[in-house]
């Protein structure tokens, strides 16, 4: 099956939005062993709007349109699909009665134009996800297809997952199975897991069996995917886990999770198991590391809170760190034990450093110390990481996280930076 | 001037980057006043090339081609773009002599492909520009023209801007400025807006002049884009200058800011402003506010810091809430007076709620009661939020700091979801 994917919003045109459903996307018909050979954007225009998915359906068999769906005037993507088809809108109740449910519910007033969203071209269905108050469309034309989702990510990523994907392997048939597993790790760098693999990706290349690919991903870590394309899903099933203890052999040291794990849910389950409280104390991260652990429905089970000490006075008085400079292992480690009393934690963690634009205490942009308070143990790690200052405290939250969970498994912490342990 | 973007890249369409140069490109051309109405994204496929590249060139004045410059095998954009003009190849010697120049200065040993990137379609011209080792092109086709350019961003900015947006201009004798401003507003829904402003657009529509446009951006609030195009800057400018003032008389209570401001940035600079301190004690959104507000370089001005507490015991031990329920406005009052004395500051916020998955203390999910202790106010505003947890948080955060500005300026608070102060 070859499809199309249009993305509709003259936003995209503009550059105020970038287009990143389309990789997202692309990603996943990939992964579903469909091929998409065009990705087209255009703007809220009629004529265009009716050429492109007009042309679409002419040269693919299925055709994935995104945007247009809302209640405003421009929102025209129903109409034009019904254009296309060469039928017309028909008002369905039942979406209605949803999208009005979904106002009262939130008690919200309803403006009236809401309800054009429920206008379905004859001959479509609705795709039964709904996540937001735009209904998504299946549209058949001749024993083509025309899909329409809206364009907020995760509208459509939900629609796409649990409708439009099964759809279209039904349609085409497609009964080889692709399957894939992402390693995720922290420790080591791109290169240096790309050089750590080459023998493996060579015997692969030669051999066949699975592909492996590289995909650095800032805060949640450096992914290694893995797929396979199998006749069935057991026999994917198997050369994936045969693939994955290979690859596990030889990286196994750096890899922290897999597929839908995070390193936030990673360590929350360690400490769950274990049954440890943690606290946090921030500075550098200024409140991301207990943003992203909060971030996880059910981590008030082990996660006592947090203290984000900015201002030094505030290391000063809420954590017992001695007064005197605050971009140091000591002060790291004594805002560990700090905010492990505090909040009469378990585990106390921290992060003190140097985020930019400007250097601190005479210490560099990227400076980070890593601090643990856990059981006797009272210690800090000292890292130098590279970047803006988005990306220096990203990488300190991953960084601070992956130093924790190698302390509870009671290994040696190891970084993909400069870095040694004090 | 009608212009196109052809972007090439199987990696684009399986996702395995995302196409921002899309963005970058189209933000560029609106800017200059040139119109781009089609984005199209195709695989290193000969064919499929030449197709869309002659479409391109059949429906407008200009196309941009990235990417396929480069010196393997599958590089074939020169060779394609020769096809199209119905010439030959000619190799550059000139630029020939670039390439090998650039590996010797660094000392590395030159593959002989890499010259074929000196190969020039017969009537074309090379880009002065050229950063990196692929030259890009301007191919005139009649009165139209090809420029094909790198996918490497910067070496594709660099001859856009250089060279191919002069070139455009030149070419289309463009002498219109277009000028565009994003009013961010937070308080009302985009439904709500685009009512209220029906009347504007209506006469905008009849009369010309600016147009409006609406985009939700999540934590980022509700984006409101005026664009104007007029023979010069200054009559951009002011044309501009002068729908401001006639949207802000519409809707000017929800415009928090404009352009490159955030929230976070507009908060930041009140406070500073009235040298202000401020702390924040946070439960809903634990850590999110902290986060977002350190985000910003220069924020421990005015920043002392938080407490996120997490645990309803963290609430009683550290910010002085009565023993008892967390879920209500009172705790949100206590935890801001509470934060406010622990860190010393002037002004203290908070957040408490349910963020889901699941109900507390017989409270819905996305009940939100936020805190302000400032001067002699302690207040609270509860707000009924929608969405899953992720975006429960974030309207948290905006509508929290959109409360503190609003306390701040001495005004009242709006909420776009069922709110009243307490």
Chains 1, 2 share one sequence.
């Not at 050429?51 to 679409?56: E, L």
């Not at 290349?205 to 492996?212: E, L, R, S, V």
């Not at 995909?215 to 050369?239: H, P, W, Y």
């Amino acid at each position: 099956m070859r499809c199309e994917f249009i993305a509709i919003g003259t936003e995209l045109l503009l550059g105020q939005i970038v287009n990143s459903n389309a990789a997202w996307l692309g990603e996943q018909l990939a992964l579903s062993g469909i091929d998409c050979l065009y990705h087209v954007t255009i703007g809220d225009n009629r004529q265009r709007m009716q050429d492109t998915i007009q042309q679409a359906l002419h040269r693919s068999d299925a055709v994935i349109v995104s945007g247009g769906l809302g209640p405003t005037q421009d929102d025209i993507t129903r109409e034009v699909i019904a254009d296309v088809m060469q039928v017309g809108l028909t008002r369905d109740d039942e979406i209605a009665d949803r999208i009005r449910h979904r106002f009262e519910s939130r008690g919200r007033v309803m403006s009236e134009n809401n309800l054009r969203q429920a206008d379905i071209p004859d001959g479509g269905f609705t795709i039964p996800q709904m996540p937001g108050t735009a209904p998504g469309l299946i549209c058949p034309v001749g024993d083509k297809v025309i899909y329409a989702v809206p364009g907020v990510p995760f509208e459509m990523k939900m629609m796409i997952t649990e409708c439009v994907l099964p759809d279209m392997k039904k349609r085409s048939g497609i009964t080889s199975v692709i399957k894939s597993r992402v390693l995720k790790t922290w420790g080591q760098t791109e290169s240096g897991l790309d050089e750590m693999l080459t023998e493996r990706m060579a015997y692969l290349d030669q051999n066949g069996g699975a592909t492996i690919a590289f995909q650095a991903s800032g805060i949640e870590g450096l992914k290694v995917r893995l797929t396979v394309k199998e006749v069935s899903e057991e026999a994917a099933s198997e050369a994936l886990a045969k693939e994955e203890m290979a690859v596990r052999d030889i990286i196994g040291d750096y890899i922290f999770g897999t597929d839908e794990e995070t390193m936030e849910s990673v360590v929350l389950n360690l400490l769950r198991q274990r049954n440890l409280t943690i606290a946090i104390a921030e500075s550098v991260t200024g409140g991301m590391v207990s943003a992203r652990l909060t971030a996880i429905p059910g981590s008030s089970d082990v996660l006592k809170g947090g203290i984000v000490s900015y201002a030094s006075e505030v290391k000063y008085d809420l954590l017992n760190v001695p007064n005197g400079p605050v971009v140091t292992p000591d002060c790291a480690r004594a805002m560990a034990e700090g905010v492990r009393e505090a909040l009469k934690a378990d585990v106390g963690i921290s992060t003190t450093g140097v985020a930019g634009p400007s250097e601190q205490e005479g210490q560099p942009v990227g400076t980070v110390h890593l601090g643990i308070a856990f059981g006797d143990h009272v210690e800090a790690q000292s890292t130098q990481l590279p970047g803006d200052r988005a990306r220096v405290r990203e990488y300190g939250v991953i960084s601070l996280l992956n130093f924790v969970r190698l302390k509870i498994l009671g290994r040696n912490a190891n970084t993909p930076f400069s870095g040694n342990q004090n």
